[in-house]
């Protein structure tokens, strides 16, 4: 049955100026945090997936590791990691547990647009929620319209409120967060971002997802019936595309890092289930599965496009942080990310599918048996990697290359 959230009949949760979850002090504290975290996740993360365990626990775990406060710039307390950090974070955890890996991606994207169009006194309110813990849903994608910029939710103005109507689909989140932002257009059609608060009075998060992969995501449905917003929450969202920012850029390379993540995972039990459980190919005169030349050709083969889909992903990553490091960005710095990103994902996408059906051709029949649940890869690949197509990053990439046709500006690119 589809979890209702019934805490958007309750008033709105109230601030907490008390730092809770502990506070990241650096990069280097940064990647250790996830280290640790991705022991604990991927313990049961084979049992959460089967039994579509939501991970109501393990979030918590997360957002008080800190690692959801990393992207907080240094003159507001975070840590203001680099790129290649959160990219490395993001990887880490993914490939633990990849449903948990892409909960905070919007999260991350939502930090930059406060850094990018708010006030200091909004930056300095939500940077101190995120500081303690509080986590961002999201509200942004819709069913049944024309394509993903074909919004029907509406965000309007009402003396000092703004207030919302409309229902989302696919909010990665919601159901976990402390406030879900809701992207809708105005009379003029401008996109803006309202934070609201869990428990906001016609706020209504439903767990109806039921995608074969990235099942405890919890990526369903948000129903917003005429939700009064406080001007405070409200951030005009059409500036980070009306104008040359990084958003999209980030928003891609997260998606990016988390496939790369879905990858190194399959990878990881492709090897542990040749070694200890496959048999070897009658004709291949050998004794053990792992000294199956044929086998071993294939392991280099995934080996040697996993590390080419984390070197550009890398590279992307440093290309984002030579940006970002200037006084200003331009629409041809904005450009060379998108390139950039873009062809960290083609590789990215192209191994996670790669490596989790490979898994079942090198290990064997008996790794398809649902006791080892080793499927999940695959579904988890295929579900998030149709985020948006890969045959269009070729299309950006070589359109930027043959004719300097820069790429869009929005969050797909």
């Known amino acids: 049955m589809a979890e209702l ?83 490395e974070v993001v990887k880490i955890v ?23 169009t708010g006030t200091d006194e909004q930056k300095r309110y939500f940077f ?7 986590r961002f849903g999201n509200g942004f994608s819709e069913k049944g319209t024309k394509h993903v910029l074909d919004l029907k939710t509406r965000v309007r103005r009402d003396g000092d409120d703004y207030v919302v109507d409309g229902t989302k689909f696919y909010s990665t989140g919601a159901l976990f967060a402390h406030y879900v932002p809701v992207l809708g257009l105005d009379d003029d059609r401008k996109g803006w971002l309202a934070y609201i608060p869990k428990g906001t009075p016609g706020l209504i998060v439903i767990d109806d997802w039921t995608g074969f992969g990235q099942r405890t995501t919890a990526s369903g449905t ?18 980070v595309s009306d104008f040359p920012t990084l958003n999209g850029p980030i928003s891609q390379i997260i998606q990016a890092a988390i496939d790369a993540g879905i990858a190194h995972a ?28 044929l086998t071993v050709r294939e392991i280099g083969h995934l080996h040697i496009q996993l590390h080419a889909a984390d070197a550009l992903l890398e590279r992307a990553a440093r290309t984002l942080d030579a940006i970002a490091a200037q006084p200003e960005v331009s629409e041809d710095d904005v450009a060379r990310a998108s390139v950039a990103v873009g062809e960290a994902k083609v590789l990215t996408t192209e ?44 299309h950006l990439v070589g359109n930027y290359y043959l004719n300097g046709v820069k790429p869009a500006r929005h969050p797909w690119n």
Do not use: C, M
Request: proline share 5%; no cysteine; net charge negative.
């Open 128 to 134: 101190g929620e995120i500081l303690s813990g509080k």
């Open 266 to 293: 399959a990878i990881e039990d492709t090897l542990t289930f040749v070694r200890t459980r496959s048999r070897p190919w009658i004709d291949s005169g050998v004794e053990r599965a792992a000294d199956d030349p």
């Open 222 to 239: 948000v129903v917003l019936d005429s939700v009064r917003v406080p001007a405070s929450n409200v951030f005009p969202a059409h500036r």
């Open 351 to 394: 191994i996670a599918l790669l490596a989790s059906e490979k898994l079942f051709e090198l290990a064997g029949t008996q790794s398809t048996l649902s006791e080892h649940n080793l499927d999940r890869h695959w579904r988890n690949a295929r579900t998030h990697t149709l985020h948006d197509p890969v045959r269009w990053k070729y």
């Open 94 to 116: 993914a490939a633990a547990d990849p449903s948990l890996g892409q909960l905070p991606q919007n999260h991350y994207g939502l930090v930059d647009v406060i850094s990018l």
């Open 5 to 87: 959230d019934q805490t958007a009949l309750s008033q709105p949760a109230q601030a907490d100026t008390q730092h809770t979850a502990r506070v990241i002090a650096d990069d280097a504290d940064a990647i250790a945090a996830a280290r640790a975290l991705a022991q604990r996740l991927g313990k049961e993360a084979a049992v959460r997936d089967r039994e579509r365990r939501l991970p109501h626990e393990e979030i918590e775990w997360f957002s008080q590791s800190g690692l959801w406060a990393i992207t907080v710039p240094k003159v507001y307390g975070g840590a203001g990691v680099s790129f290649v950090t959160l990219t």
